[in-house]
């Protein structure tokens, strides 16, 4: 089956610009999806179709995806984006959602 | 405004049934790709089940004969029923909408199942 993979943690000073890995066979021609998970809430859907954001969401969030490796950048990092990040795609082969592990952001 | 509540949580021993419930409002679960993510204590997100909006459903590997998906389109509701509980299966259970290809853009609140004896 699929597999996405993760950096289990990043650490990022507020101001600076956070940059979360998504490593996947081919999955530059994948439609990836992003979600945020702070602390004892449910995800919320950040970057979606690779870099299309979801109204709400802050133009400080941005996404690629090229060749193995997806990105979800974050710009001028704030002690408020301090949260888990997972990648999502959908393995039209396999008929399932796959997630990545998840990465957990630090602001400094 | 999209809201989804999920009930029917709690403890089970290994080997009980449970069935989760999904209460869906500002849009119709008929209309729409109804899902099921699992977050188990400390860990990832994990796909569980979709159903789509003509019927048809999957399942994860992990759940393949034991879990079923379904919805009630006079009562708005998705639920999951979960059969041949094991231990592993504990975790929050998330219900959420899902659009073309899968993406999930609006979440319930999770629902814990904890499989214990």
């Known amino acids: 089956s699929y597999v996405l993979t993760q950096p289990p943690s990043l650490s990022v000073a507020p101001g600076r610009t956070a940059s979360i890995t998504c490593g996947g066979n081919?999955?530059?021609?994948?439609?990836v999806h992003w979600y945020q998970q702070k602390p004892g809430q449910a995800p919320v859907l950040v970057v979606y179709y690779n870099n299309d954001r979801p109204s709400g969401i802050p133009e400080r969030f941005s996404g690629s995806n090229s060749g193995n490796t997806a990105t979800l950048t974050i710009s001028r990092v704030e002690v408020g984006d301090e949260a888990d990040y997972f990648c999502q795609v959908w393995d039209s082969r396999g008929a399932h959602v796959v997630f990545g592990g998840g990465t957990k952001l630090t602001v400094l | 405004e999209v809201q989804l509540v999920e009930t029917g949580g709690g403890l089970i021993r290994p080997g009980g049934s449970l069935r989760l419930s999904c209460a869906a409002s500002g849009f119709t679960v008929s209309s729409n790709y109804m899902a099921w993510v699992r977050q188990a204590p400390g860990k990832g997100l994990e796909w569980v089940s979709v159903i789509y909006s003509g019927g048809g459903s999957y399942d994860a590997g992990s759940v393949k004969g034991r879990f079923s998906i379904s919805r009630d389109i006079s009562k708005n509701t998705v639920y999951l029923q979960m059969n041949s509980l094991r231990a592993e299966d504990t975790a929050r259970y998330y219900c959420?909408?899902?659009?073309?290809?899968?993406?999930?853009?609006?979440w319930g609140q999770g629902i814990l199942v904890t499989v214990s004896s």
């Open positions: 081919k999955i530059g021609s994948e439609n």
């Open positions: 959420a909408r899902a659009l073309g290809q899968l993406l999930f853009d609006s």
